[in-house]
């Protein structure tokens, strides 16, 4: 399925995007993304930044800079939260605008084991603690 630029989340950036995620950096080639709801401590989402709908669309420069992308950003939160492992999500049934999930995973946290949720719904926070767990991560980037 390729969605149209004109019905994308990403490419929109309207208030369904906000409701869901806070933007906190542009790299390369992408824009990173702290996910609101936080059962997964530190979840962020790095989406490229045109209208592609899959990795393999990307010329290999263009490629291997959005992977870099996503290599600093999850190194930054590792630096930062020192989760046990970080997961990598890249579905996009039903939206296909090119982006990776990254939701780190803890010892006896939720989900550890297994395959994340993509919303579970558990975990908000105040926009002060938002604010910390994006300093966090900026700090490493």
Same mark, same amino acid.
């Given at each position: 399925?390729? &969605?149209?630029?004109?019905?994308?989340? !990403?490419?929109?950036? =309207?208030?369904?995007?906000? &409701?869901?995620?806070?933007?906190?950096?542009?790299?390369?080639?992408?824009?990173? @993304?702290? $996910?609101?709801?936080?059962? !997964?401590? /530190?979840?962020?989402?790095?989406?490229?930044? %045109? #209208?592609? =709908?899959?990795?393999?669309?990307?010329?290999?420069? %263009?490629?291997?800079?959005?992977?870099?992308?996503?290599?600093?950003?999850?190194?930054?939160?590792?630096? +930062? @939260?020192?989760?046990?492992?970080?997961?990598? /999500?890249?579905?996009?049934?039903?939206?296909? #605008?090119? #982006?990776? #999930?990254? +939701?780190?995973? !803890?010892?006896? /946290?939720?989900?550890? /084991?297994?395959? $994340? *949720?993509?919303?579970?719904?558990?975990?908000?926070? &105040? %926009?002060?603690?938002?604010? *910390?767990?994006?300093? +966090?991560?900026?700090?490493?980037?």
């Amino acid at each position: 399925m390729y &969605s149209d630029p004109k019905d994308c989340l !990403y490419c929109q950036n =309207n208030e369904t995007l906000h &409701s869901l995620m806070i933007e906190f950096a542009q790299l390369r080639v992408s824009r990173v @993304f702290l $996910f609101k709801e936080q059962s !997964y401590r /530190g979840r962020c989402l790095v989406a490229y930044k %045109d #209208h592609v =709908n899959d990795l393999n669309e990307l010329s290999d420069e %263009d490629r291997n800079a959005f992977m870099a992308d996503v290599a600093q950003v999850t190194r930054a939160m590792q630096k +930062a @939260f020192n989760p046990v492992k970080i997961n990598y /999500g890249a579905y996009s049934d039903k939206l296909s #605008h090119l #982006h990776f #999930h990254l +939701a780190p995973k !803890y010892e006896g /946290g939720l989900d550890f /084991g297994g395959t $994340f *949720q993509m919303n579970p719904q558990q975990t908000y926070l &105040s %926009d002060e603690e938002y604010q *910390q767990l994006i300093d +966090a991560i900026k700090k490493e980037l």
